[in-house]
């Protein structure tokens, strides 16, 4: 299951906020009333060595001293009274006179009442009230003691320090200690208002800031589930300047390397596949080739064997029987090697070890000559050539190849033109995959060919007609030298049949 990053930061910052607080509270419970009491204490001490110095210096009954200790008096909440040996009072600041006379009588005649003080007072019935809890001693000096009392009047917890001045003057210096208990209450309810306050505040504020912390990991994290369905074409766009900016920035290397690695793995892969390809392919040519080589071969190769044999054992005496075999040998022999030099033509274009050499030239021109070069063959067989020729027409090819394509098309237009012994040759312009090209064709009368055996024609040693092949010499093999030099030039081949004949064409590019 999925659990948010910026949740869980923002519940463990929630979390340590609030025990926090929570310790803050503790600490405010348990040490905040110490805490005050302790500066209770040390304010009580300022002011009795204040008393003391003022007295020292005679400035105890200046106004300007009566200002400093009304001061601190009010600053600490500080009841003082002093008095002379005669129980008159010289220096007071409170509310209740009375009450700190009756106080400091409390704690210096604690065995005695003053003279003119009756026993059956209320002061003296309070001072000997048996219940009453007893003093806690805080500090002492040589002249004062500092204690923790509760005044049976008031019924209120005081800090109490008296005792005798320098000069002699007896003094009680008294603060309540309700108030403290009163500021640590209103402090701890006041921390728990803002302790609230501050969370719901501070969750909102972690939240916006976990989603921006969190928004560029999620960002890395898609990146980085798309890298693993092998899409590289994200990046991450840096912003600022810190840890997860440089995750980035390694993310984009890691991207970019896998990407460059996993490309060049694919055309490893590609190449080794086609060489693979390659491999079973010319394992396939090569045992196709030596069955037809050897298929071809065997008839010639019967023939030159019986005729050599009926010679060598004289089956004929007559020189003109004799001339006859020895013609037919010749003959064989010489198909035999016509059908070799073929198959090393297309060997070598097969196998890309024929250069092909591309040049502009006039394949007008080309058609011409060669017309010319067979005029006495096709005469001989009552054939006519027809090519209208004109202004000269360049191409972008290899010259000496397409002279080959075409020399095999007018044998191959020879060797199988019937009915009107017409063969027609034309080149013309067409416009293909975005490139001006020729088409040249070369058209003969005479029975169309099968439509089975259309797209077989340019195999190796296929033959539509085997006994007709054989009669005129073929091998099967000069289509497929068609069809291998086109492919060497990247151009279009093929046939087409009509009703009274079949043409065979390709393409040039036009220069």
Request: hydrophobic content about 40%; some cysteine; proline content about 3%.
């Amino acid at each position: 299951m999925f659990h948010s990053i910026s949740r869980q930061f923002a519940a463990v910052f929630i979390a340590v906020m609030a025990l926090s607080l929570g310790l803050v509270f503790l600490a405010n419970n348990l040490l905040l009333k110490k805490f005050y009491m302790s500066n209770r204490q040390k304010a009580i001490v300022e002011a009795y060595n204040s008393i003391n110095e003022a007295e020292s210096e005679n400035e105890f009954d200046t106004e300007e001293y009566d200002n400093e200790i009304l001061h601190i008096c009010e600053k600490y909440s500080l009841d003082l009274l002093v008095m002379d040996s005669n129980s008159q009072m010289i220096k007071f600041t409170g509310n209740d006179a009375n009450t700190l006379r009756m106080r400091l009588w409390d704690r210096i005649f604690a065995n005695s009442l003053p003279m003119d003080e009756p026993e059956n007072s209320p002061d003296a019935a309070i001072k000997n009230k048996p219940d009453k809890k007893p003093d806690e001693l805080i500090l002492s000096g040589d002249n004062y003691s500092l204690t923790l009392t509760k005044d049976i009047r008031t019924g209120g917890d005081y800090l109490e320090m008296w005792g005798t001045l320098n000069s002699g003057n007896i003094f009680l210096i008294r603060s309540a200690i309700e108030s403290i208990d009163d500021s640590v209450a209103i402090t701890n309810r006041f921390l728990g208002y803002v302790s609230v306050i501050v969370i719901l505040i501070s969750v909102i504020i972690i939240m916006a800031i976990s989603k921006g912390i969190t928004r560029p990991i999620l960002k890395l994290s898609e990146i980085s589930d798309r890298m693993t369905k092998l899409d590289f074409d994200v990046k991450y766009e840096p912003k600022g300047n810190n840890e997860i900016t440089l995750l980035g920035n390694n993310i984009n290397k890691l991207s970019e390397s896998l990407e460059t690695t996993i490309s060049e793995l694919k055309s490893a892969n590609a190449r080794l596949t086609k060489d693979i390809e390659e491999k079973i392919e010319i394992d396939e040519m090569r045992k196709e080739f030596l069955s037809n080589v050897s298929h071809e071969l065997k008839t010639p190769i019967a023939l030159i064997q019986g005729y050599a044999e009926g010679l060598s054992e004289g089956v004929i005496d007559d020189p003109e029987n004799m001339q006859y075999y020895c013609n037919v040998i010749s003959d064989e022999a010489s198909k035999m090697n016509e059908m070799v030099k073929k198959l090393l033509t297309l060997n070598q274009l097969e196998f890309g070890n024929d250069t092909v050499s591309m040049e502009r030239f006039d394949i007008s021109a080309l058609i011409k000559g060669h017309v010319q070069t067979t005029e006495i063959l096709t005469k001989q067989n009552g054939i006519t050539v027809r090519y209208p020729g004109g202004e000269p027409i360049y191409v972008w090819g290899d010259e000496f190849l397409t002279e080959e394509i075409i020399t095999n098309y007018l044998s191959n237009a020879m060797n199988h033109c019937d009915h009107d012994k017409n063969i027609d040759i034309s080149v013309e312009d067409i416009y293909t995959d975005g490139v001006d090209k020729v088409k040249i064709s070369v058209f003969n009368t005479g029975d169309p060919i099968p439509e089975d055996s259309l797209s077989h024609i340019w195999e190796k040693f296929y033959k539509v007609d085997k006994a007709r092949t054989r009669a005129y010499g073929g091998s099967g093999v000069g289509l497929s030298i068609v069809a291998a030099i086109c492919r060497s030039m990247n151009q279009e081949y093929g046939a087409e049949n009509f009703d009274n004949g079949v043409a065979f064409y390709f393409t040039l590019d036009k220069g």
